[in-house]
């Protein structure tokens, strides 16, 4: 079967939803399936170009394939007699950040102008598709509330988890991924400084912006942590973050309300890493359970500098969380080749 894969592009900017296209297109080849990739580009500022782009992606045509699966608005608008999609989020500015006061929608009629054409473009592009996964519980929720379409839970699988070994835990925290606001590794950096002093951080991944670079440096120069942190700001070869995530005492990932898991607490999970989260982190709170596989901190300084004081006090305990993540994840079920079956239903 011929299968494209649809997703959007933001030039330069590299995440989970990109690793998982990348990876799903190989999974389709080892099945025995022809499978590429269509980047739609997109960019979400100015706001007011987001009608048109949105018509890009409606009028355009998919031709000499056989299945498309759609992961991300606006690229799931394409058409498509035989379009399944794995939803990984919708636009959230139009949606629980609006609520939340974090849209970057204009305010007054414009605003409502353009988040109404978002629904309902969304709407009739769920209403055609002929089966709609999405990445998480959180994910599934948001659809069924703002939209009223269910969909069936797809849970990412892990790229390769054979290299995610584990072994001997090391003196750091692991704070992986994209850097920028949403993620929050600000937040860690000053709850850093309100831990023992003992207590030691990595934080590496691609910057969103230079701004996001440049506040992470001020807050440890404000702090003095320098003798305590390691920015590694970059994309990553795949061999430095795997010896990160393997060598680390726990892994702390505090994304403010997302809606997967996340790839860096699943393949910590498999690799018997504690996880340390916040409550208002969302889909990862799938992954943390309290007292079993790390902890939950409110999202302050305070809190989670509490969670890594912890981590750090008793590190049988840490180990102990750490096989309870594995545990829990491997019970999960989660592989490729179902994941395939599914989404060519």
Sequence with gaps: MKVLIVNNMAPFIWGGAEELAVNLQKNLIVSGHDAEILRI??????????PSQMLLARTMEIANTEHVIALKFPAYLVRHHRKSLWLLHQYRQAYDLFDAGQTNLPPGDAGADIRKAIAQADNESFTESRHIYTNSEVTRQRLLKYNGFDSKVL?????????????????????????????????????????DRR??????????????????????????????????????????????????????????????????????????????????????????????????????????????????ENKARTRQYGEGAQFLWNSLGINWPETVEALLK
């Excluded at 580009?41 to 706001?47: D, I, K, R, V």
């Excluded at 403010?256 to 409550?279: P, W």
């Design 41 to 50: 580009p997109f960019q979400w500022e100015p706001s007011t170009r987001i």
């Design 155 to 195: 849970l990412p699988p892990v790229n390769d988890p054979e290299v995610f070994t584990g072994g001997e835990c090391g003196d750091y925290i692991f704070a992986g991924g994209r850097v920028n606001s949403m993620k929050r590794q600000y937040l860690l950096l000053q709850a850093l400084a309100k831990a």
């Design 199 to 312: 207590v030691k951080m990595i934080i590496a991944g691609p910057p969103e912006s230079p701004a996001d670079t440049r506040q992470l440096h001020k807050i440890i120069e404000e702090f003095g942590l320098q003798d305590r942190v390691k920015l590694d700001l970059r994309f990553l070869p795949r061999a430095v973050y795997v010896d990160y995530v393997n060598r680390a005492l726990a892994v702390a990932y505090i994304p403010f309300d997302e809606d997967s898991l996340g790839y860096v607490s699943m393949e910590a999970a498999t690799a018997r890493k504690a996880l340390i989260t916040t409550t208002d982190s969302g889909g990862i709170l799938g992954l943390v359970v309290p007292a079993e596989t790390g902890w939950r901190a409110e999202p302050s300084a305070e809190g989670l500098a509490e969670a890594m004081n912890a981590a750090y």
